[in-house]
Nanobody
Framework: VQLQASGGGLAQAGGSLRLSCAASGRTFSSYNMGWFRQAPGNEREFVAAVRGSSSSTYYASSVKGRFTISRDNANNSVYLRMNSLKSEDTAVYYC????????????????WGQGTQVTVSS
């Protein structure tokens, strides 16, 4: 699976952005998809995940209620809608794919996109 993230950019605090991740391959629906982020000097952290089969979603507490993850299996894509952005959301955002069930653990993801920069100005 190859992943291509896009949609990052500059937003003001309180604003919104929508990230997209396009996946190659014919078995996209069999993968659980996640978004992670890494800010300078910080470790990579889990943001959100969506299961391939049931589309159940999972969120980090820091983004719950502000971010929404969704997927479109027909178009091999996963999205992250980010509302009420805060300066602390500034990071490089990565999409990732896994066949495993440990959605919040980055090391369990087999495939990663290249990352897209999100910068939130206060």
């Amino acid at each position: 699976v190859q992943l291509q993230a896009s949609g990052g950019g500059l937003a003001q605090a309180g604003g919104s952005l929508r990230l997209s991740c396009a996946a190659s391959g014919r078995t996209f629906s069999s993968y659980n998809m996640g978004w992670f982020r890494q800010a300078p000097g910080n470790e990579r952290e889990f943001v959100a995940a969506v299961r391939g089969s049931s589309s159940s979603t999972y969120y980090a507490s820091s983004v719950k209620g502000r971010f929404t993850i969704s997927r479109d299996n027909a178009n091999n894509s996963v999205y992250l809608r980010m509302n009420s952005l805060k300066s602390e959301d500034t990071a490089v955002y990565y999409c990732a794919a896994t066949t495993g069930a440990y959605y919040s653990i980055g090391d369990r993801y087999e495939y990663w996109g290249q990352g897209t920069q999100v910068t939130v100005s206060s």
